[in-house]
């Protein structure tokens, strides 16, 4: 049962990465999933979740309008497409699951976070 996150890499500001989470062993439809960050020398912070239902999409501010999050039931997966990268969004990104609501709410993911994956946007 584990959370993978892939799809980091460099790219130049303005430019275009798209965030894999790809679960195995339970279905993520199941679950609220989340993306996190941490950057170098900073705090663990928020960015995107959506909840069970697609309609329930919420984003920090500095990412609104440029990241979007969505579900593939078929795949079993959950992306983040991220445009017009800034130097401020370099860090690594997570993926995280959590069976209660807290997609909007709480925001306290718990029950799946995976591996990271480094996301580097020079300037």
């Known amino acids: 049962v584990q959370l993978q996150a892939s799809g980091g890499g460099l790219v130049q500001a303005g430019g275009s990465l798209r965030l894999s989470c790809q679960a195995s062993g339970f279905t993520l439809d199941y679950y609220e999933v989340g993306w996190y960050r941490q950057a170098p020398g900073k705090e663990r912070e928020a960015v995107s979740c959506i909840g069970r239902h697609d309609d329930n999409r919420h984003y920090i501010d500095s990412v609104k309008g440029r990241f979007t999050i969505s579900r593939d039931s078929a795949k079993n997966m959950v992306y983040l497409q991220m445009n017009k990268l800034r130097s401020e969004d370099t860090a690594v990104y997570y993926c995280?699951?959590?069976?209660?609501?807290?997609?909007?709410?709480?925001?306290?993911?718990?029950?799946?976070w995976g591996q990271g994956t480094l996301v580097t946007v020079s300037s």
């Open positions: 995280v699951a959590e069976s209660d609501r807290v997609c909007g709410r709480s925001w306290e993911f718990v029950d799946y």
